[in-house]
């Protein structure tokens, strides 16, 4: 079952990994391979998981890249959601797409 409003991932960056380690921003980044400010970013909100960030992840702290990935996802999604009404499109029937192509 999904979450209707799944925490920003890095929160879960700063909280299950940082944290318990006693390890600043800045020497997390190190361990990482990243700058102080994109980590920083990722933990405050303001950027998300992407596939490297998640692999970086998963080697330095473990849990799985795929697990970080769907972290991230199960986040987006539930932004999106947020404004799902505001979405427009229009539906296709199954007629149409089982139709032969000439």
Same mark, same amino acid.
């Given at each position: 079952m999904t979450m209707k409003n799944p925490? =920003?991932?890095?929160?879960?960056?700063? =909280?299950?990994?940082?944290?318990p380690l006693d390890?600043?921003?800045t020497g997390?980044?190190?361990?990482?391979g990243v700058t102080r @400010?994109?980590?920083?970013?990722l933990v405050n909100g303001k950027s998300g998981i992407s596939p490297e960030m998640a692999i970086r992840l998963d080697k330095a702290f473990g849990g799985g890249a795929e697990t970080w990935l769907r972290?991230?996802?199960?986040?987006?999604?539930?932004?999106a *959601? @947020? =404004?799902e009404g505001e979405i427009k499109v229009k539906r296709?029937? *199954? *007629?149409?797409l089982e139709e032969?192509?000439?």
């Open positions: 925490p =920003h991932p890095g929160l879960s960056v700063r =909280h299950d990994c940082i944290e390890l600043t921003i997390a980044a190190n361990i990482l @400010q994109a980590l920083n970013n972290l991230q996802m199960a986040y987006d999604l539930a932004q *959601r @947020q =404004h296709v029937s *199954r *007629r149409k032969p192509r000439p």
